[in-house]
């Protein structure tokens, strides 16, 4: 695709979510496997389904009900992605990372990336949050190949703090206060759809890989690229390939999901919260 059939699509999807609702989010959150219960917490002013807006990718995943909310998490405006799409799919990966630059252009300035891993560490159990501090997208098709999109960003953004640090020790600050076990680690994404092999995971374990997806780090790609403060929270849903003696099974994602969900639910919250306050500010 040519840089303007990109952008052209873009203004097309804006100008059809701006048709339905002209609510302003300052917080995208986006909702992983088995995490989009957390849209219950928000006080709902708009929902645009993807299906309603021409262009947008719709997800074919059984549990990535696919829906943009748009709402105040405790008086912050927020837009929340419940369910998104994968390389996998089929989707280009242009396609992939649209809804992120969407969000962007409707508002947001601050990106909160969730998701299902595997656990790569052998410290990690089903269940655990991990906060993202920097990932492997290596192995994953560059969100930014082809012509680039001057209106979004510059040709070689840096990438040498993906994960903002401020919002990192936020995040940091809001597991202490609650009480949350808080892993803090490296996601390598592959392109799935088929899980890992044992030796794969030992690859990843060697490059100093703490949990493995098949999503998030092209979506901060695109994220770091036009201007967004991005942070990740992943949910470790089993250990990865050869580490237990079980078959690795996608009901599991639902299952650690689920345990995860108060936990996960405090943390979103809070951090939405504390990201949203001015500098200094006690919440
Ligand atoms: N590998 C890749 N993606 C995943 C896994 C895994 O083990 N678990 C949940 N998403």
Partial sequence: MKQSDVYEKLQHCVSAVRGKTDFVPKIAVVLGSGLGDYADQIDVWAEVSYAEIDGFPVSTVLGHAGKLIFGYVDKVPVVCMKGRVHCYEGY??????????????????????????????????PGDLMMITDHI????PNPLI???????????????????????EIIRAVARDSQIRLQEGVYAQLTGPSYETPAEIRMLRTLGCDAVGMSTAIEAIAARHCGLRVCGLSC??????????????????QIAADEAAPRFKKLVTETVKRCAAPEGAKV
């Fill in 92 to 125: 280009t990966v242009s396609d992939v990372v649209l809804p992120i630059r969407l969000m962007k252009l409707l508002g947001a300035e601050i990106l909160m990336l969730t998701n299902a891993a595997g656990g790569v560490n052998f410290a990690y159990r």
């Fill in 137 to 140: 997208a290596a192995f994953a």
């Fill in 146 to 168: 082809g012509p680039n999109v001057e209106a979004l960003g510059k040709r070689f953004p840096d990438m040498s703090e993906v994960y903002d640090r401020q919002l990192q």
């Fill in 236 to 253: 470790i849903s089993n250990l990865a390939a050869g580490m237990s003696t079980v078959a690795l099974d996608h009901t599991e994602v």
